[in-house]
C-alpha cells in the first residue's frame, strides 16, 4: 500500500524567502509522485511530477523537487517565494505500474507567504 | 484545450432535491474521476470511469449516482443528501487510467440545506 506523510500543515516564510515543503512516502513499488497546488476553492493544478529517469525535477511556477529514495523522500522547493505562491499543496503517490492506479493524498501543507 | 470544466460552481440544495453536476474535457481522455473534498482535508477519490465504464466504486452511497453519458462528458447525479455531503467536488481526467497526469476542474462547492 501506499501513503503520503506531509511534515507541517502550514508553513510560513518572507516574501523572497526559500520555500521547503516536505514529503516523504511509503510504496512497497517503484512509485510516481507528484505535487499538486490547490488556490482557496480552485481545483487542483499540477506543479511537477516524478515517473523515472532524472530524479530533480522542475516544475512551473519555479518549482522542483528530488527524489530520493534512499530517504524515501520528495521535497518541493522553490529559492525565492512570492505573494502568489500562497496556497494549499499537495504531495500524492500512486506505485508504477499497469492498469488504474489509485493516487493517494497527503493532508497537505499550506504557505503562508508574508511581505 | 487543456481544461476540465466543471458546473455549476456553487451549488445550494435542501435535502429533498434532485440535482446534478456536469463535468466536460475535450482532451480526448478516456479515464474521468469524481473526487470529494472536505474542507481542509485532501481529495477523496468517488468514482473513476474509464472508457465510458465506471471501472471503481470506492463505497459511495447510492444518493450520488455517476454518469458518463459520452467520452467528453461526466455527470454526478445528487438525491436526498445529508448536511455533511456539502463539500468540493471535484472532476478530473487523465489519458488513461495508468500513470499520467490528471488534469482538475475547479470543482463544484455544494452547499446541503
Known amino acids: 500500500a501506499q501513503s503520503v506523510t506531509q511534515l507541517g500543515s502550514h508553513v510560513s516564510v518572507s516574501e523572497g524567502a526559500l520555500v521547503l515543503l516536505r514529503c516523504n512516502y511509503s510504496?512497497?513499488?517503484?512509485?510516481?509522485l507528484f505535487w499538486y497546488v490547490q488556490y482557496p476553492n480552485q481545483g487542483l493544478q499540477l506543479l511537477l511530477k516524478?515517473?523515472?529517469?532524472?530524479?530533480l525535477v522542475k516544475g512551473i511556477n519555479g518549482f522542483e523537487a528530488e527524489f530520493k529514495k534512499s530517504e524515501t523522500s520528495f521535497h518541493l522547493t522553490k529559492p525565492s517565494a512570492h505573494m502568489s505562491d500562497a496556497a494549499e499543496y499537495f504531495c500524492a503517490v500512486t506505485p508504477g505500474g499497469l492498469g488504474f492506479q489509485k493516487l493517494v493524498f497527503g493532508t497537505g501543507t499550506r504557505l503562508l507567504v508574508s511581505p | 484545450d487543456t481544461e476540465v470544466t466543471q458546473t455549476p460552481k456553487h451549488l445550494v440544495m435542501g435535502m429533498t432535491n434532485k440535482k446534478s453536476l456536469k463535468c466536460e474535457q475535450h482532451?480526448?481522455?478516456?479515464?474521468m474521476y469524481w473526487y470529494k473534498q472536505k474542507a481542509k482535508k485532501p481529495p477523496e477519490l468517488m468514482f473513476v470511469y474509464s472508457y465510458e465504464k465506471l471501472s471503481i466504486n470506492e463505497s459511495v452511497p447510492s444518493r450520488f449516482s455517476p454518469e458518463c453519458p459520452n467520452s467528453s462528458l461526466l455527470n454526478l447525479h445528487l438525491h436526498a443528501l445529508q448536511p455533511e455531503d456539502s463539500a468540493l467536488y471535484l472532476c478530473?481526467?487523465?489519458?488513461?487510467?495508468?500513470?499520467?497526469?490528471?488534469?482538475f476542474g475547479q470543482g463544484t462547492r455544494l452547499t446541503v440545506v
Open positions: 510504496s512497497s513499488v517503484p512509485p510516481y
Open positions: 516524478y515517473t523515472t529517469g532524472a530524479t
Open positions: 478530473a481526467s487523465s489519458l488513461h487510467t495508468g500513470n499520467t497526469e490528471a488534469f
Open positions: 482532451m480526448g481522455h478516456r479515464a
